[in-house]
């Protein structure tokens, strides 16, 4: 997989985050991710599986599809 989508979905991760003023921590909470693993996507050093980006949709409240929609 192309590093380039890592670091899209990473960026639009960070920013949702941000703009819900969650931590990586408060984010995993919701998402029932580890703490960890979050930090992990932000820094490009996991690519998540689609059982995982499923749960950060979920526990963001939001499609899936809007998750990984990364136009500019």
Do not use: H, W
């Not at 890592?6 to 029932?32: G, H, M, P, T, V």
């Amino acid at each position: 997989m192309s590093s380039s989508i890592l670091k899209k979905f990473a960026n639009k991760l960070i920013a949702i985050r941000k703009d819900r003023n969650l931590s990586q921590e408060d984010l995993a909470l919701l998402c029932d991710i580890d703490r960890t693993y979050v930090g992990r996507i932000e820094t490009l050093k996991r690519n998540p599986s689609l059982i995982i980006l499923n749960k950060i949709a979920e526990g963001l409240g939001i499609k899936l599809s809007e998750l990984l929609d990364f136009k500019d």
